[in-house]
């Protein structure tokens, strides 16, 4: 199955953080899984990094090469599957993470609250 990681799974992940729930360490774990990271993620990384708003154990393009995730890069259909998300949640990451995941048709771990309101598109 083809799984997209929201942000922070991607760093708690990347860090062991004891945050991550047991079932969805299970589900990166599992080699049977095809486990994606949206460029959208690295340039929110990136971004809260250089502003101070988050502080990494490892830098992101180590991360993504140490975790061998596949990268999804945007397009333009996923872009304008943003015009039918209902405004649940204002944070336009978040919201280009959702869109994807439905162009795509991945299921998105994340254990954002907001987030998970879009999980039953």
């Keep these: 199955m083809k799984y997209l990681l929201d942000t922070h799974i991607i760093i ?20 049977n899984n095809i486990i994606f990271v ?3 993620s690295v340039w929110e990384i990136i971004i809260k990094t250089k502003l101070k708003k988050i502080k990494l154990k490892t830098p992101i393009d180590e ?6 995730f596949n990268i999804l890069d945007i397009n333009l259909d996923h872009v304008l599957e943003l015009n039918k998300l209902k ?3 204002n944070d336009p990451f978040d919201r280009m993470l959702v869109s994807q ?4 048709k991945m299921k998105l771990i ?10 039953n598109y």
Excluded: F, M
């Design 12 to 31: 708690w992940w990347s860090e062991n953080n004891k945050r991550l729930k047991p079932e969805h360490k299970k589900i990166i774990a599992d080699g």
């Design 38 to 40: 949206s460029v959208v």
């Design 63 to 68: 991360i993504i090469r140490k975790c061998g």
């Design 87 to 89: 405004n649940y949640h």
């Design 101 to 104: 995941s439905i162009v795509e």
């Design 110 to 119: 994340t254990q954002d609250k907001l987030v998970t309101k879009y999980i």
